[in-house]
């Protein structure tokens, strides 16, 4: 039988040429299999002009945020630079960054002119109670809604969300009219008690999300042992949600802190004031004397700076959690 493929030989008459066998591969040069050869990729100038481009874009884009940055901070920069300005040094053109003398004795003025130590005082008490209050009712409500079924369920859900869209200006004469009736104006109870109620929808909502991100074995888990649904908040999910408790104490924490409208709307006694009304009783009365003003305001800024740069790891690490653990 004639075979189309020649044995040997390597002319055109198929002298010379030797064929592979079955199973055989041809070997490179080096001794390789050809077929087996990883392919070299042709990289040409696209690659080097991307790797240019972005780091074009980066460097333009880390310039851009620093001068963001400088341009949020440089305001706060001269309030604490006022703070320990005279006044002629306050408003003088060119703008004085750093006073030739500080006059470390305008936070005395400012503590002697007004009982800021009082002021303090207030805003500590009703921050904490406020705070604690925000965290344990938006801890109960949201463990409602992401673990126990009951009828209307996603429907009161969405309208506690749909609430977020009212304007506090809404509500504002309703409110004043029912803390009236209850007696409670000129006291802190409008500033703490609403608070235990669960009216923060958006702490609800953050603390529901990272629930639902909760394996429930574990629940299920704790029941079988015995455990009723208060003691599975309390020893299983509370503290394994310690990043998005500590993301929702200091968003209450800022709300409360620099709350001014609800103190002055329901306080009228100044030894019951608050320092965000203590801030601007210092702008009424000494506007004339704006480094007292500003040695006041550096003061109420302090503990906020303290207090966020303490907790920034739980308050980025429970932003980040909050938003992909949900599902």
Same mark, same amino acid.
């Given at each position: 039988? &004639?075979?189309? &493929?020649?044995?040997?030989?390597?002319?055109?008459?198929?002298?010379?040429?030797?064929?592979?066998?079955?199973?055989?591969?041809?070997?490179?040069?080096d001794g390789r299999s050809a077929a087996t050869e990883p392919a070299?990729?042709?990289?040409?100038?696209?690659?080097?002009?991307?790797?240019?481009?972005?780091?074009? =874009?980066l460097?333009?884009?880390?310039?851009?945020?620093?001068?963001?940055?400088?341009? +949020?901070?440089?305001?706060?920069?001269?309030?604490?630079?006022?703070?320990?300005?005279?006044?002629?040094?306050? +408003?003088?053109?060119?703008?004085?960054w750093l006073p030739k003398d500080p006059h470390w004795n305008n936070y005395v003025k400012a503590f002697m002119l007004l009982p800021l130590t009082t002021f303090i005082v207030n805003t500590l008490i009703i921050v904490f109670f406020a705070v604690l209050g925000t965290v344990i009712s938006s801890a109960l409500v949201a463990y409602s809604f992401a673990r126990i079924r009951w009828p209307g369920r996603n429907f009161w859900f969405g309208?506690?969300?749909?609430?977020?869209?009212?304007?506090?200006?809404?509500?504002?004469?309703?409110?004043?009219?029912?803390?009236? #009736?209850?007696?409670?104006?000129?006291?802190?109870?409008?500033?703490?008690?609403?608070? =235990?109620?669960?009216i923060g929808a958006i702490y609800?909502?953050?603390? &529901?999300?990272? +629930?639902?991100?909760?394996?429930?074995?574990?629940?299920?888990?704790?029941?079988?042992d015995g455990a009723n649904r208060i003691r599975v908040l309390l020893q299983i999910l509370l503290p394994l949600s310690k990043p998005v408790i500590a993301t929702v104490a200091v968003f209450a924490l800022l709300q409360h802190y620099n709350d001014?409208? #609800?103190?002055?709307?329901?306080?009228?006694?100044?030894?019951?004031?608050?320092?965000?009304?203590?801030?601007?009783?210092? #702008?009424?009365?000494?506007?004339?004397n704006?480094?007292?003003?500003?040695a006041a305001s550096t003061v109420m800024l302090t503990p906020m700076v303290a207090i966020f740069i303490v907790a920034q790891r739980y308050f980025v690490q429970g932003i980040a959690m909050t938003g992909f653990g949900g599902r």
């Amino acid at each position: 039988m &004639r075979s189309d &493929r020649p044995s040997s030989g390597g002319d055109a008459t198929g002298k010379g040429l030797e064929w592979p066998r079955a199973g055989e591969q041809a070997l490179a040069s080096d001794g390789r299999s050809a077929a087996t050869e990883p392919a070299i990729p042709i990289t040409g100038h696209s690659g080097a002009s991307r790797s240019i481009w972005e780091t074009f =874009w980066l460097t333009a884009l880390q310039i851009f945020m620093t001068f963001l940055a400088l341009s +949020f901070l440089t305001p706060t920069f001269w309030m604490i630079s006022s703070s320990l300005k005279v006044s002629t040094e306050v +408003f003088a053109h060119p703008i004085v960054w750093l006073p030739k003398d500080p006059h470390w004795n305008n936070y005395v003025k400012a503590f002697m002119l007004l009982p800021l130590t009082t002021f303090i005082v207030n805003t500590l008490i009703i921050v904490f109670f406020a705070v604690l209050g925000t965290v344990i009712s938006s801890a109960l409500v949201a463990y409602s809604f992401a673990r126990i079924r009951w009828p209307g369920r996603n429907f009161w859900f969405g309208l506690l969300l749909a609430t977020m869209m009212l304007p506090d200006v809404v509500t504002l004469v309703p409110r004043f009219l029912i803390f009236k #009736n209850l007696r409670w104006i000129d006291t802190w109870l409008p500033l703490i008690v609403p608070y =235990w109620g669960g009216i923060g929808a958006i702490y609800v909502f953050l603390m &529901r999300q990272f +629930f639902l991100g909760i394996p429930m074995e574990l629940e299920d888990a704790a029941e079988i042992d015995g455990a009723n649904r208060i003691r599975v908040l309390l020893q299983i999910l509370l503290p394994l949600s310690k990043p998005v408790i500590a993301t929702v104490a200091v968003f209450a924490l800022l709300q409360h802190y620099n709350d001014f409208m #609800n103190p002055l709307i329901y306080i009228n006694s100044m030894d019951k004031w608050p320092l965000a009304l203590g801030i601007r009783a210092y #702008n009424d009365s000494y506007a004339k004397n704006w480094e007292v003003v500003f040695a006041a305001s550096t003061v109420m800024l302090t503990p906020m700076v303290a207090i966020f740069i303490v907790a920034q790891r739980y308050f980025v690490q429970g932003i980040a959690m909050t938003g992909f653990g949900g599902r």
